[in-house]
């Protein structure tokens, strides 16, 4: 299972995202918590990923500095940890790292973080950005509260938009945003429309 890591906003609380699938929630995350023993499954056993997954997750989501300009995942293969995404701070890759390595059973760390270079060109489309885009009054929501989701990715001049929205209209606002932000070479729109709730079934 690949996970991302979603911050409230720039260096501020974070939520832990599933990337393959919906995308979970502050409470479910919380939840899967719940009930676990503060001893770790056997290792190797069938319960061991999945308890591990979680704990890596709660130990990413108290990394400092992560915000809304990073994009952090990882994967978890028995005891093995790989991260991966992009940060623009190169604490945030020794910290995230530090993180995990102090799980207990955790025995191999492979990070594979990518720091984006130091650029104040980037720096300022990274402030225009998130203006641009947070600065719609049909997206301010995704700002507030503990669920941010949108992120925004600067390399270069280069933008990339991760994260998800509740509808293709949202999505399209977020592009069109994006997009309206001068000096930009190109935006590459990777957000995801969460998919809808099932419908409750009608009483018999």
């Not at 719940?34 to 290792?43: D, E, H, K, Y």
């Not at 700002?143 to 994260?163: E, F, Q």
């Not at 509808?167 to 998919?195: C, G, H, T, Y």
């Amino acid at each position: 299972m690949t996970t991302t890591i979603r911050p409230l906003s720039v260096q501020s609380i974070l939520v832990v995202t599933t990337v393959l699938s919906v995308i979970a929630s502050a409470n479910t995350f919380a939840a899967g918590r719940n009930g676990q023993g503060a001893a770790p499954p056997v290792r190797g056993s069938q319960n061991y990923e999945q308890w591990l997954t979680r704990e890596v997750g709660h130990q990413l989501v108290q990394v400092p500095w992560l915000s809304v300009f990073d994009n952090l995942q990882y994967s978890v293969t028995g005891s093995e940890v790989t991260l991966s995404g992009q940060v623009w701070q190169p604490v945030t890759k020794d910290d995230a790292q530090t993180a995990v390595k102090g799980i207990e059973g955790v025995t191999k760390v492979n990070n594979n973080i990518e720091v984006l270079p130091l650029s104040p060109f980037d720096d300022e489309i990274r402030r225009a950005e998130y203006r641009a885009v947070y600065g719609a009054p049909e997206l301010q929501r995704y700002a507030m509260g503990v669920l941010p989701s949108i992120h925004i990715i600067v390399k270069g001049g280069h933008v990339t938009l991760v994260g998800t929205v509740d509808n293709e209209m949202d999505k399209n606002v977020a592009l069109i945003r994006a997009k309206s932000v001068p000096n930009v070479f190109s935006v590459d729109d990777q957000l995801q429309v969460r998919p809808a709730r099932a419908s409750v079934q009608s009483k018999n």
